[in-house]
């Protein structure tokens, strides 16, 4: 049955509206498979409508013309209310795309809301600058706002995702377009109604859910859309480039996909730990994170220890019910994303690599979508599942003998995302997080992270980056003002 509780109708110009021509589509929750609500079906003239209420939002300067310390008030109380909304919308993002509610709502709504908060609070504390001209001139360099920012994201942190590129956008006096993903549009459609409430101008954000083709691209596409910053696969971020430069050149940044490889040598300091930041990080959301070490290196003295102490882990992360708090690996997003993540099961098995632990669906009798966690050893590099992203919770083992061998494997990949290293020698840990390529590189940790540095890849794991005060480089343009100066003293 439908869920009324749930709207799924798009947000423009701060106002709750169909898609024009009424259609909808089912958003269907993993956690059971059945219907949650149903969600505008946003297409051009939906598209169109947005831009053009984002871009009078823009020229009337209502958002744009505020000082940065008045936005700064406005993004601060947005920040509040997510975590005054905090139950409700971890429950919704939970149903939606099916992770566990603990880490909904521990996770998810506290990253959004820090990284809305962190963007509005460094916004008054920016200046621009000066150029050490000769004396005769007045050179200011001023950072502005671009205009209209379309910001399409993907489903497997839907309001991470979003905050990490509307908050900087929207802080630097930038109007945006929103396309969440159709596999988990309801908590951005929440969160711009937040934002109204937290007294963002209607307008300055809007939210179009639809599909990528329909949605996605007369986004891209748009002439008046002035950046595009997209986080997704990277087959549909090279799309994403084409058309920029097939239309009007807008500014296109792309956080696309990865095949982290996290690499333990033998003289790691803590075995127990990096064993415990192997597993937990591949299995955690599902093992659907962009950043999820998939590859994982072992030098070849430590590895029966190392699988022995992997697999004695592994059944703590049993999928279970998403809504129940002590679960901590939940759905896979739906069934295509499932069975994608099943056949790499068996091509990895087809391949001749050995399946130590899970391979299976789970809990089939939820009607919901769910895998097992998966362990698979003897992996070497030509293989699919050491080359190709899976998005799911299946763990790839290789081997190396030293330190040269193992930067050769962990850098032939068309990804450079992030990657690991685990050493008790400095030197070590230095060196080969220097030879590595890729946008982070974790020593001795994995998932240490905050808002403070940068997110993004090498190669095709993207251009440009979220997070950090680098992220304003992306939505603002960089203006020159020469003043001569003819100076009467
Ligand atoms: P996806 O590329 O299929 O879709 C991402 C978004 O693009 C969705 O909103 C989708 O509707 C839209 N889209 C699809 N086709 C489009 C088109 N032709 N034109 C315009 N928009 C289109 O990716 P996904 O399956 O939603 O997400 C998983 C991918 O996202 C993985 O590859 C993952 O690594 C990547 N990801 C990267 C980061 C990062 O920061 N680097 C973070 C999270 C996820």
Redesign the pocket.
Known sequence: MVNQQFDGRAWINGERVDARDRATFDCISPVDGRLLTTVARCQQADVDAAVAAARAAFEDRRWSGMAPAARKRVLIKFADQLLVHADELALMETLDMGKPIRYARAVDVNSAANCIRWYGEAVDKIYDEIAPTASTALALITREPMGVIGV??????PMI?AA?KIAPALAAGNSVVL?????SPLTALRLAELALEAGLPPGVLNVVP????E???P??LHMDVDCIA????????K??HV?AGQSNLKRAWT????KSPNIVFADCPDLDKAVEAAVGSIFFNQG????APSRLYVEAGIQDRFLEKALALAPRYAPANPLDSATVMGAIVDRT?MDTVLRYVDTGKAEGASLLYGGEQALTQTGGFYVQPTIFAGVTSGMAIARE?I?GPVLSVLSFTDAADVVRQANQSVYG?QAAVWTRDINKAHGVARALRAGTVHVNQYDEDDITVP???YKQ??VGR?KSLHAFDKYTETKTTWIRIDSPV
């Open positions: 399409i994201v993907p489903w497997n942190y995702m990490w396309k969440p993903s159709e596999k639809g599909y990528g083709v949605a996605g691209s986004l891209a997209f986080t997704g696969s990277t087959r549909v971020g799309q994403i058309m956080e696309l996909g990865g659907e994170s962009c950043n994303q992203e998005f995302l997110f993004g890849g794991s993207g979220d």
